[in-house]
């Protein structure tokens, strides 16, 4: 089997793939942080999935405010993406592992 030395497609996975893998791996580990937390810390119930405003300053630093019912989706897509990536064995998981560059 040949090996893929073009400079540009070795330039393209050193500058790109690699640290897109990372940067995907790093962000699964922060979604299952979130998942964790929001279980276990029972976050469901302090936040709940309303239209009420959370009191985070957002209104003072120009942020949007987020309501508990935003804040309940990014939680619920956090546990979607943990879900298909850990889906069979971590299928899609391991993937992205592999490419990572740590």
Known sequence: MAAISDPEAVRFVNEKIR???????????????IQQEWFAANMGSLI?????????GADVSGAHQLTGAAVTNVVTRAIEVVADLEANANAK???IIVASVR
């Open 19 to 33: 640290p897109a893998a990372f940067s995907f791996l790093e962000a699964y580990h922060l979604l299952r942080e």
């Open 48 to 56: 709940p999935n309303t239209s009420d405003l959370v009191a985070d």
């Open 93 to 95: 998981l391991n993937t």
